[in-house]
């Protein structure tokens, strides 16, 4: 099958041609079609699986045939996680729609950069807003933005929105929306609450999952590598530089972290930097545009990058520090494997993660054969988590530090 297959407007399959899209992927494939149709969508997407796309197009298409005059009018809003994530969605609007007479105005509302810019954007007339919740209901809250015209709303990474506190986020954003519109709902996991989410928001969804599709988690080879914590420091230098690695993601547990632990490798003159949400939006876009063009060789980050990453032929995601749930894993690893591309994974494995990772495996339904490399092997014995004991208040983020943490970005 091709693009040419759903009958686009011929503009649009201009962009595409000039793009290099060909061939749909399976998700495209399936959703596209239903969209054009003006059906509410459930999709369960798989990252890297080209999702981002099967909204972008139809509601492309959409705005193609039908063109209003005046001032621009929001018709769509894009909810999304991360910065990252809400920036490039507003870039494969832009890049799509390029060829569209209809110069389409695309503001993208996120933490990080000028309210005032984002509100002057808006008010001056626009068809697209891609936004994180925190910050949209920032300029909810200051009645600087008219959602009554809006004819999609899509939310994307849906199952990284149940982190604590959206659902209530999600709640005052619906109430500004008009009750008529098109709903796209996509997710790479599909847990119980995820209907609670999509009940607040269709309950007329067509469901959509690719079943006949090789999962993105099975084109990646995955590696556990067993090594005492104090070792996985000169572990990882050795095997960036034995396997000669150009580009590598290295997952850390907190921004501290990342931020020390790069600051040792430029010593060792590798190219390292961190990427964390403590940092200036400015810094975060040139940080990753270094990373992008190989000038960064190493990138120690915390789990923000875990969603909306699009980055091409990363040699290796490494788990320094193991992710907190089994859904985190599959969207780090995610970076790697892109677009039906193979990647690898590795994770360290400690005496004192070495229990969690099991759980992982468990939820995750995968099995890895434990490794280890010459001259770093695991000393000591697994420790076992102790059970029955109460947990101590104050260790474990309050509900309203995650919800700070989230309305951050």
């Not at 572990?235 to 020390?260: D, H």
Request: glycine share 4%.
């Amino acid at each position: 099958m091709t693009f040419k297959e759903f009958n686009l407007n011929k503009i649009i399959e201009k962009s595409l041609e000039e793009n290099l899209y060909i061939t749909p992927t399976a998700i495209q494939e399936k959703v596209i079609p239903l969209v054009l149709e003006s059906n509410d969508i459930i999709a369960k997407a798989q990252t890297g699986s080209g999702k981002t796309a099967a909204f972008v197009l139809p509601i492309l298409n959409h705005y193609s045939l039908n063109i209003k005059e005046g001032k621009a009018k929001i018709r769509t809003l894009v909810l999304a996680p991360t910065r990252e994530l809400t920036l490039q969605i507003a870039d494969i609007f832009k890049t799509l729609g390029s060829n569209l007479i209809l110069n389409l105005k695309i503001v993208s509302v996120i933490g990080g950069k000028s309210i005032g810019d984002q509100l002057l954007d808006i008010q001056k007339g626009c068809d697209i807003v891609v936004a994180t919740a925190g910050r949209l209901l920032d300029i909810i809250d200051k009645k600087q933005i008219n959602l009554d015209n809006l004819e999609f709303f899509v939310l994307d990474e849906a199952d990284k929105m149940l982190d604590l506190g959206f659902a209530e986020e999600l709640e005052l954003i619906l109430k500004q929306l008009p009750q008529k519109r098109q709903n796209l709902l996509f997710s790479a996991t599909y847990p119980p609450k995820m209907k609670q989410i999509a009940s607040m928001i269709t309950t007329n969804a067509i469901e959509v999952s690719i079943q006949d599709e090789q999962p993105t988690v099975e084109l990646i080879k995955q590696r556990a590598i067993e090594v005492n914590m104090e070792n996985r420091n000169p572990l990882l230098r050795e095997l960036i530089s034995s396997n000669s690695w150009e580009r590598v993601l290295v997952f850390m547990a907190n921004n501290r972290a990342a931020n020390n632990i790069a600051a040792k490798f430029r010593k060792y003159n590798i190219n390292a930097q961190s990427f964390h949400g403590d940092l200036t939006q400015e810094d975060r876009e040139y940080t990753l545009k270094e990373f992008k063009d190989k000038k960064i060789k190493v990138l120690f980050s915390s789990d923000i990058a875990a969603r909306g990453l699009d980055i091409d032929d990363i040699s290796c995601i490494i788990n320094f520090d193991l992710p907190r749930s089994p859904a985190d894993y599959i969207h780090r690893i995610g970076r790697s494997g892109r677009a039906g591309r193979e990647g690898l994974a590795i994770s360290f494995i400690t005496l004192e993660n070495s229990e969690h990772f099991k759980l992982i495996e468990k939820r995750a339904n995968i099995k890895l054969e434990r490794e280890q490399i010459k001259g770093f092997e695991l000393i000591g014995t697994p420790i076992e988590k102790e059970k029955g004991k109460e947990p101590v208040k104050g260790k474990r983020r309050s509900k309203k530090d995650k919800l700070r943490e989230q309305k951050k970005d």
